[in-house]
């Protein structure tokens, strides 16, 4: 195995050592890509990717080793927690600074207790922030357990908060017909929801209450017995004085982003982006220069689902306008995201010229503290678009700018965080004639 350079990590998850792959491609040569079908994608912002060597749902023995792989699409912090089918958790990686694209890994050996685990990697750069999950089971050496599943309609664990008194509904199965019994444990004592009930093989069973009075952790307990075999699972929440009142949206916006930076050609695909951090029906509108249309209405999307809708953009060009409503039985909020719609060249006679203070050369390496000239001449008269396109945003520069040919025209920036590839593009347009430049360069700190 071909290793970064730096130091190795000790993590507090089955005694396992966390280390980064030098590169993409001598990861491939020497093992083949991890993240198979198996592989539980995030498919957010931070594009999360999260495996065992037996995939997501992998059933392991007692004592069998495994291999966590795990990477993010884009530079940021990441978090691992392992939740044990007893309701504890730990915490195998935090506040690790992931490079983008890197696969990281965790070897180890499985342990008791036995029954099903949850690992959650969670990212966060900058503001942006995205999450995975991903389960395994481990089983002892006489029969496999029963397998049970269970839930609030807000998670377990950290992301599952409610204030005092706030309704909570849970939901349960189990894989086959089995007795179970289902307690939940409050800082005052174990009440039973469910006791010796023959509970149907794939049934979805729901249980309705309030978070009552008491502010502290809850702890659902479910057993399943069948003959001489049993499951387990447990499922955690916390009761709040008061829940802060955060965004209900999480994200919403186009492949481009919205603004200045999100323009697109007639013809160009596009994709609409809609996350909600809580389960809630959505309104979607999109209005043009000559008119509006409704593309979502009234649709029901649940908490952390990724809604997708692609279509083409065509005439007329123009200011396109989003309007995104979202509303739960006791809010509403509304968001909007704007994008353009230009017109597209017929060729790309336009020539452009493209340089920065250290040539004209992909690769060029800048700091973080450092200031970076861009120059760049048109072969003719044209109205140019400049933005530099960085890890986790893009920044405009010139937009519907006029250029008189040949004259050069210059540009200096400080450089500034994060670090990464950052790729100045340009576009030229000049009637049904038009021109593209690209130039990559690298940010160190």
């Not at 250290?358 to 044209?382: C, D, P």
Request: contains cysteine.
């Amino acid at each position: 195995m071909v290793t970064c350079p730096g130091r190795i990590l000790r993590l507090a998850f089955f005694s396992a050592v966390l280390w980064t792959v030098g590169a993409v491609g001598s990861f491939a040569q020497d093992t083949g890509n991890p993240f198979g079908s198996g592989t539980a994608e995030s498919n957010g912002p931070l594009q999360l990717s999260l495996t065992t060597n037996k995939g997501c749902g992998g059933v392991f023995k007692d004592g069998e080793p495994i291999t966590i792989w795990f990477r993010a699409g884009k530079s940021a912090t990441l978090t691992m927690t392992n939740t044990k089918p007893d309701g504890q958790s730990t915490m195998p990686v935090n506040g690790l600074p992931a490079n983008a694209g890197w696969p990281y890994r965790i070897d180890s050996t499985v342990g008791q207790p036995l029954g099903t685990r949850t690992l959650r990697l969670s990212a966060r750069a900058g503001d942006v922030t995205d999450f995975v999950e991903c389960s395994f089971t481990v089983i002892g050496d006489g029969p496999p357990p029963i397998v049970a599943h269970l839930g609030t309609d807000r998670g377990c664990g950290e992301s599952a908060v409610y204030q005092r008194g706030e309704p909570v509904t849970v939901t349960w199965s189990v894989e086959e017909n089995a007795t179970v019994r289902l307690v939940l444990e409050r800082p005052d004592g174990e009440v039973v929801l469910r006791d010796n009930f023959a509970a149907q093989a794939n049934q979805l069973y729901t249980e309705t209450g309030n978070a009552g009075s008491l502010v502290g952790g809850r702890t659902l307990r479910l057993t399943a017995t069948a003959g001489d075999r049993s499951g387990f699972t447990a499922c955690g929440f916390q009761v709040v004085e008061t829940v802060p009142q955060t965004s209900l949206i999480a994200r919403f916006e186009t492949d481009k982003g919205c603004g200045s930076g999100a323009v697109f050609q007639d013809g160009d695909p596009i994709s609409f982006f809609i996350r909600l951090n809580e389960t809630a029906r959505v309104t979607l509108t999109s209005t043009r220069p000559n008119g509006s249309s409704v593309l979502l209405d009234n649709e029901l999307v649940y908490a952390n689902d990724l809604v997708r809708l692609d279509r083409l953009v065509g005439q007329p060009l123009g200011t396109r306008t989003l309007t995104l409503i979202v509303y739960t039985s006791t809010r509403t909020e509304t968001q909007q995201c704007t994008y353009e719609v230009i017109s597209k060249p017929i060729d790309n006679s336009i020539q452009i010229a493209l340089s920065t203070n250290r040539g004209a050369g992909n690769g060029a390496v800048f700091k973080t503290n450092e200031s970076i000239q861009i120059n760049f001449t048109l072969s003719t008269y044209a109205f140019v678009r400049v933005r530099i396109v960085g890890p986790f945003s893009t920044q405009q520069l010139l937009n519907n700018y006029e250029v008189d040919g040949n004259p050069p025209v210059h540009l200096t920036l400080g450089v500034g965080q994060p670090a990464g590839t950052r790729t100045i593009v340009i576009d030229a347009l000049s009637g049904e004639h038009g021109g593209h430049a690209e130039l990559s360069f690298n940010v160190e700190n």
